[in-house]
């Protein structure tokens, strides 16, 4: 802690200011994921999904207001435009029955693109798996990690990484956004975006400080601020190029990728923060110091150094 109590630079002002806003960010969706709860799509839940547009505008809360008339109760419907919807309904409900009659209504002029069916028990199955992928990327990710770096570095970059999961995952919560298996995929996807980014910061903090390791003239907290300003540049156009690219498919992809770039493009961003501010700053809090990558010499070869 010593390294803070030193007048503290613009860049360390604010990798402490984003490492605070990232606990806020956490507890948010802590709490949004406990109070809230994940709104789970139709690949976990099971049930039917139908897919359908009108030959005339209409808003969302008109058209589910007129297909409650037709008996059906537990369902879910979302607007993709004013003449393309979803309707996704529970598997106990009689799917055919509001259906025809949709169809038959003259106003509407409704046609049926797609409609598909999931049972329960695929959608358990599904869950478990894709929370067990899950799992198994983040204890190879520990392992990798524990093998690379000193352990600071190493625990910085864990927390960052599952920082990443857990804002995302909150946001989703929150928004009650379907949470599909797409979103499940993406948020493997973040673990590998995060990943790479904050083992590029660790590297240039454990060679600068292997570098300076003779004369330990300079500080920690300037070798973590100079690692972090050369990679930087690296950082912020790898992230604005594949933003760019995420935010084409949001924008372009349709309804059935939706969740998934969301759920990227906010892991991008926040992945971002988190390699600097968190798998960068926490080792420091830690403890972090040059002695932490000294080469440590047995007692005959460092007898055999001091000969004249």
């Not at 976990?44 to 109760?73: M, N, W």
């Not at 029955?97 to 959608?123: F, H, I, K, M, R």
């Not at 990679?231 to 998934?260: D, E, H, K, N, Y």
């Amino acid at each position: 802690m010593s390294n803070l109590s030193e007048k503290m630079s613009t860049t360390t002002r604010l990798r402490l200011s984003g490492l605070v806003l990232s606990i806020l960010l956490v507890l948010l969706s802590v709490i949004g994921v406990a109070t809230k709860g994940l709104n789970f799509g139709l690949d976990f839940t099971g049930g039917y999904l139908t897919e359908f547009t009108t030959a005339v505008p209409i808003s969302e809360a008109e058209l589910a207001k007129k297909i409650s008339y037709y008996h059906l109760d537990d369902f879910t419907l979302s607007a993709q435009s004013s003449q393309h919807f979803q309707l996704r309904e529970a598997e106990q409900a009689s799917t055919s029955a509001w259906l025809a009659t949709l169809t038959q209504d003259e106003t509407l002029g409704a046609e049926v693109l797609s409609s598909s069916y999931l049972g329960s028990q695929v959608g358990d199955e599904l869950f478990e798996q894709g929370c067990l992928a899950l799992f198994a990327a983040m204890v190879a990710v520990m392992i990798y990690l524990a093998l690379r770096f000193e352990w600071r570095l190493a625990l910085g970059a864990v927390v960052a990484l599952m920082h990443d999961v857990v804002v995302v995952v909150g946001l989703f919560a929150w928004l009650q956004l379907d949470f599909n298996l797409t979103v499940l995929a993406s948020l493997l996807a973040i673990i590998g975006y995060s990943l790479n980014d904050s083992i590029i910061v660790g590297d240039r903090v454990r060679e600068l400080l292997r570098l300076d390791i003779t004369t330990q003239q300079t500080s920690v907290n300037t070798v973590i601020n100079e690692s972090i300003k050369s990679t930087l540049t690296r950082t912020l156009i790898t992230s604005g190029t594949t933003l760019a690219t995420v935010a084409s498919v949001w924008l372009l992809a349709g309804a059935p990728l939706q969740g998934f770039s969301i759920a990227l493009f906010v892991g991008i961003v926040v992945g971002t923060l988190s390699s600097i501010c968190i798998a960068a700053t926490l080792p420091q809090l830690l403890g972090l110091r040059h002695e932490n990558y000294q080469v440590k010499i047995d007692e005959q070869s460092q007898a055999l150094m001091d000969m004249p």
